[in-house]
C-alpha cells in the first residue's frame, strides 16, 4: 500500500489520520522527528508524500529539489510529493486551505481592515492570501511589533481578526490573545486556524457577541483535501471538506450532561458513553478522587466555595479533552467560567427530570436549601448553556434519546 504521513516534532493529538482515511485507500502515519533526525528521515524515509507540520515548514525547503510558485512566495512548506526521479517537490496546501476559510466567512476583504495576530509562518500564507484577495488594509499584530498587544486598541475599525498564534490551543485551553473584543465594533468575523480546541476562548468570545467565527478544522480539512489531489494525482471535489469538517467535530467533540443533582447524568452518562464506544468521566467522581473525600465532607469541611473551585479544575481537566461523555455537577452554573469550558469542546445537553422525582439524599445543596429552590435559580441557566434538552424517562430510554437528538 502506498505510504503518506505527517512529519512534525510532537503529533500525539493530531487528527489528520482520520482526515485523510476519508480521503483515500492509502497508508498515513504519524512521523515524529527531532531536528537532527530530519535529513536522514528526508533524504531516505520510505514515503510516497509527506504532511509537514510545526516546527519545519521552513526547515524542509533545503531538501527540496523543486518549490511551487506560492511556497517560494511563502518560504513554507506544509506538503512534499516524491517525484520519479525520488526528488522532493514542495508546495503549501495551506494557501487553498485559508483560501477556504475566508470564503466560508462571507466577508470581502477589500471592505476594510483585518488584523492578523502573529508573524510567523501561518501569519504569512494569511497575508499572501489577503494581499491576493485585495485586502483594504492589512495589519499584523506580534509582541514586539509597531502593532502589538499593547496598542491594538488603534485598530478597533477592523472588519476582522485572524489568529495564527497557538494561545488558546490544546492543552493550553482557555486563554485568548485578545482578552476583550468589545473595541472591535466594526468586527463581522473572526477566524482562528486552531482546531484543537474547536471553540477556543478567542471564538467563544465572538460567539457571545454575535460575531461570525470559524475555527481551524476546516482548513485542516481543506489542505489535507488538496495534498491528498497531489499524493493521488486525482480531483476531489470540494464538497468533501464539509462533510470531512462535520464527521471529525462528531467524533472529537465532547458531549457533556448538565441539570439538576440527582436528575440521572452520571447514570446517563455511562449508559450512553457505552452504546457510543466512547470513554465516561464525572466531575464528582474527579472531585472524590482529588479531594481524598466525599462530597458531603468537602461541604462540610470545607465550604461551598472549596468544592466549587475544585468543580471548575474538574472542568478545565476533564473538558480539554475530546471524544469523552462527560456528567458535569449541577451546580456548574453557578460559575459564568465554566460555560466557555464546556462549550469549547463540546455539544452541552441538558438532561430535563421533573422535580419532583429528584432525590436529595447526600446531596448538601438539595438537602440545606431544598429541591424547588435550586430549580428556580438553575433551570434558566441550564436551558441557557445547553445545545439540547432531553426529557429524563428511565437510564436506556434517556441515552437513546440523546443518541438520537444526536445523531438528527
Same mark, same amino acid.
Given at each position: ?20 482515511? !476519508?480521503?483515500?485507500?492509502? #497508508? ?8 537532527? #533526525? ?50 522532493? /517537490? ?104 486552531? /482546531? ?42 470540494? #464538497? ?60 462540610? !469541611? ?93 437510564? !436506556? ?6 443518541? #438520537?437528538?444526536?445523531?438528527?
Amino acid at each position: 500500500m502506498r505510504c503518506f504521513g505527517l512529519l512534525g516534532e510532537r503529533l500525539s493529538h493530531s487528527y489528520s489520520p482520520l482526515i485523510h482515511a !476519508e480521503l483515500g485507500d492509502y #497508508e498515513y502515519k504519524l512521523y515524529e522527528k527531532k531536528p537532527e #533526525e530530519l535529513e536522514k528521515f528526508l533524504m531516505h524515509g520510505d514515503f510516497e508524500g509527506l504532511n509537514i507540520t510545526i516546527p519545519y515548514k521552513t526547515a524542509v525547503i533545503p531538501f527540496c529539489a523543486g518549490l511551487s510558485e506560492t511556497a517560494k512566495a511563502i518560504c513554507s512548506v506544509n506538503t512534499i510529493t516524491r517525484l520519479a526521479d525520488g526528488s522532493l /517537490y514542495g508546495d503549501t496546501t495551506d494557501y487553498f486551505g485559508f483560501s477556504y476559510l475566508l470564503k466560508k466567512t462571507g466577508v470581502d476583504p477589500a471592505a476594510g481592515k483585518i488584523i492578523i495576530l502573529g508573524s510567523g509562518g501561518s501569519s504569512c500564507t494569511v497575508q499572501a492570501v489577503l494581499r491576493n484577495a485585495k485586502a483594504g488594509e492589512i495589519v499584523v499584530v506580534s509582541r514586539s511589533g509597531a502593532s502589538n498587544y499593547e496598542n491594538i486598541e488603534k485598530h478597533k475599525d477592523a472588519i476582522m481578526i485572524v489568529n495564527t498564534t497557538p494561545l488558546g490551543m490544546y492543552p493550553n485551553n482557555g486563554v485568548s490573545p485578545v482578552p476583550n473584543l468589545d473595541i472591535f465594533q466594526n468586527c463581522r468575523a473572526v477566524i482562528d486556524l486552531i /482546531y484543537n480546541p474547536l471553540r477556543t476562548e478567542l471564538l467563544l468570545q465572538a460567539e457571545e457577541r454575535g460575531i461570525l467565527c470559524i475555527g481551524g478544522l476546516a482548513m485542516l480539512a481543506a489542505q489535507a483535501k488538496k495534498s491528498a489531489e497531489q499524493f493521488l494525482h486525482t480531483s476531489i471535489p470540494d #464538497e468533501k471538506i464539509e462533510e470531512i469538517t462535520a464527521k471529525i467535530a462528531r467524533l472529537t467533540r465532547n458531549i457533556i450532561l448538565i441539570g439538576m443533582p440527582g436528575c440521572g447524568k452520571s447514570s446517563i452518562g455511562a449508559a450512553l458513553a457505552k452504546s457510543m464506544g466512547r470513554e465516561f468521566a464525572d466531575t464528582d467522581d474527579w472531585i472524590v478522587k482529588t479531594a481524598g473525600k466525599s462530597i458531603p465532607a468537602i461541604f462540610a !469541611e470545607d465550604g461551598e466555595e472549596a468544592f466549587r473551585k475544585l468543580e471548575t479544575d474538574a472542568l478545565k481537566t476533564l473538558c480539554k479533552q475530546s471524544g469523552l461523555v462527560i456528567a458535569a455537577g449541577g451546580g456548574i452554573v453557578t460559575r459564568h467560567e465554566n460555560r466557555n469550558t464546556i462549550r469549547q469542546n463540546g455539544i452541552v445537553v441538558f438532561l430535563d427530570r421533573a422535580i419532583n422525582e429528584l432525590p436529595t439524599a447526600g446531596r448538601p445543596l438539595s438537602e440545606s436549601e431544598g429541591v424547588g429552590v435550586l430549580a428556580k435559580a438553575r433551570l434558566p441557566l441550564y436551558t441557557q448553556w445547553s445545545d439540547y434538552t432531553v426529557p429524563v424517562h428511565g437510564v !436506556e430510554q434517556t441515552a437513546a434519546g440523546i443518541f #438520537e437528538q444526536l445523531s438528527g
